[in-house]
């Protein structure tokens, strides 16, 4: 029992060891970090239960915990990130001389259908940014408001978001500066409706900030992080659907960045242009956008065509 305990104390140590390392050279988001410190440890457990210290994992070891996952439902992506960070941590086992040879170099990862991404309708959004605005006290209006503005304006990450430093909103700006994921930054411009929104919450922000503790946020919380939570925005994005009359199980932070691309190419935009403003860093990603415009184009010859309704 002794032995077992020292060698999965020892797998966490070695994991940690690894996620230190990536989060240094890589600069890699939290939540990233936080999904692979999961993974990590599922997959340790799960040796640990078969009595195989992680070093001693073999090829099969590893095709064995993917195919359980597979039947446990677990979700095609769920298991690819997974069977990444199995990679990640062998590939640094061998460079860091834990082991000689790397169990995971030719397994080949599940297939993932791509799947076209959920959006929002124009009337849907408008009536949430209505919503933003008349819903709860001022202070929060104000805020709300900001908030819905800025990620439609711009369609950042709820995590890019909530994490916006004070400093990139001062002086009016007609262009906010992003750091998105791996610490790259980008330039994404601003509507003439995020800009008012943007500057009457920060009025409001200045006059009932403690001067004796400046936040560095623009959306300033007492909780450990400093600002407001991606878990608190999702549930206010929730009571603001309530409000507006939109179902919530439809309104997600994620859908609004859906719907600030889809409604872009609808409009015309380049798609070039919206890859650097969505900050994808392969178009290919964002050329998915242009399949959701030809879904909804059948979808409306098809339900206002006189010849399809016939």
């Not at 929002?120 to 819903?135: C, F, G, Y």
């Not at 960045?257 to 994808?280: N, S």
Request: hydrophobic residues 45%.
């Amino acid at each position: 029992m002794s032995a077992t305990l020292s060698a999965e104390g020892a797998d966490r140590r070695r994991i940690a060891t690894f996620l230190e390392a990536r989060a240094a050279e890589r600069g890699a988001a939290a939540n990233t970090q936080e999904a692979y410190a999961r993974d990590l440890s599922d997959f340790s457990a799960w040796l640990a239960r078969r009595g195989t210290p992680l070093l001693e994992t073999a090829r099969g070891d590893i095709e064995a915990y993917l195919a359980g996952c597979d039947a446990a439902g677990l979700a095609a992506s769920t298991r690819a990130r997974r069977l990444s960070a199995i990679r990640q941590f062998c590939r640094f086992a061998v460079e860091e001389g834990w082991r000689a040879e790397d169990p995971a170099l030719r397994i080949a990862g599940p297939s993932k259908p791509r799947s076209l991404p959920k959006t929002l309708s124009e009337a849907e959004v408008d009536a949430l940014l209505a919503a933003a605005r008349t819903h709860g006290r001022v202070q929060d209006r104000l805020r709300n408001t900001c908030l819905m503005e800025l990620l439609y304006a711009t369609g950042m990450r709820v995590s890019e978001l909530v994490g916006l430093p004070v400093a990139a909103a001062r002086g009016n700006p007609e262009m906010l500066l992003v750091t998105g994921k791996g610490g790259k930054e980008r330039l994404v411009p601003l509507s003439p409706p995020a800009r008012d929104a943007l500057a009457a919450w920060l009025e409001a922000r200045d006059a009932g900030a403690d001067p004796r503790q400046p936040s560095p946020h623009l959306f300033p919380s007492r909780g450990k992080a400093g600002h407001m939570t991606r878990h608190r925005f999702y549930s206010l994005i929730k009571e603001l659907a309530v409000a507006a009359g939109v179902s919530p199980a439809r309104v997600t932070p994620h859908r609004l960045r859906h719907a600030f691309a889809t409604h872009l190419l609808a409009g015309g935009a380049d798609l070039r242009a919206i890859q650097v403003m969505l900050g994808h860093a392969d178009v290919s990603t964002t050329e998915i956008y242009t399949h959701v415009l030809e879904e909804r184009l059948k979808a409306l010859v098809l339900e206002h065509h006189p010849l399809a309704r016939a």
